[in-house]
């Protein structure tokens, strides 16, 4: 059983056939940049893990940029699962992309089970302590040497990039609270977590003037060990 309780995940449903019309009115193509610039860097990986995939889109890229990966995605939307299912078909994806309609604060993950696992606009769907519970069981479960890529929206330091970001979100986290039901507020310190859980950051871009940002972690919890015992 999870160890993380909390009311039923958000509905994705109502957004599953607009979603990518929606991205590209506010945001133009810069919400699929960040998505995808670093992906190539998962294309030797074998065992891709994607939570909260959304319509497919990721697992359709990942096909072509990982030849050799089983690439499994988990999301709550059933609807959202069912466009995933219609773009990977005939593109090879029947063989070599499994789905699972889950909530992930509800499942476990087998130990050792991926060496890749992708979070894009996931993590900030949850509260701090429950994207700590998620950032640590998946962190958990993945090979040694694991490669973690994220995709968010971040808020920026300082300055008016900071005002911009502050105004974006809570207009994003009101429409997603209108539309899907979604409680969170504010953005819970995603990096900041998949950082404490042993990856460390070798790769990153900025788009939006600092709003969106994405990073490719490696797991180097072996290294930190180290570090620790040498101080
Ligand atoms: C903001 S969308 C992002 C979708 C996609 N990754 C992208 O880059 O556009 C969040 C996705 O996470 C899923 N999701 C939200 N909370 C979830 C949960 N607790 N468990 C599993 N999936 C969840 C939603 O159904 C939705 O498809």
């Given at each position: 059983m999870a160890k993380t309780t909390q009311a039923a995940a958000a509905n994705f449903d109502p957004l599953a056939r607009v979603y990518r019309a929606l991205e590209i009115v506010a945001f133009g193509g810069d919400l699929e940049r960040a998505r995808f610039c670093l992906l190539p860097r998962l294309a030797g990986c074998r065992s891709i893990l994607i939570l909260g995939e959304?319509?497919?889109?990721?697992?359709?890229?990942?096909?072509?940029?990982?030849?050799?990966?089983?690439?499994h995605c988990v999301d709550?939307?059933?609807?959202?699962?069912?466009?995933?299912?219609?773009r990977v078909a005939g593109k090879g994806g029947g063989e070599r992309v499994t789905f699972e309609c889950a909530d992930v604060l509800g499942r476990e993950f087998p130990v050792a089970g991926h060496d890749a696992v992708v979070t894009l606009f996931f993590?900030?769907?949850f509260e701090p302590e429950q994207a700590e519970a998620v950032v640590g069981r998946i962190a958990a479960a993945l090979q040694p040497g694991a490669r973690w890529l994220f995709a968010?929206?971040?808020?920026?330091?300082k300055g008016l990039a900071r005002l911009r970001a502050r105004l974006?979100?809570?207009v994003l986290y009101a429409f997603f609270r209108w539309q899907t039901g979604l409680r969170v507020r504010a953005l819970p310190p995603s990096e900041m977590l998949i950082e404490k859980a042993g990856f460390e950051g070798i790769a990153a871009a900025t788009f939006q003037h600092g709003l969106l940002r994405t990073r490719l972690f490696v797991e180097n919890r072996q290294s930190r060990i180290e570090k620790i015992q040498r101080c």
């Open positions: 959304g319509d497919g889109r990721c697992a359709e890229r990942l096909l072509t940029v990982a030849p050799s990966a089983r690439i709550s939307s059933p609807a959202m699962i069912a466009q995933a299912k219609a993590l900030d769907c968010d929206f971040v808020r920026p330091e974006w979100l809570a």
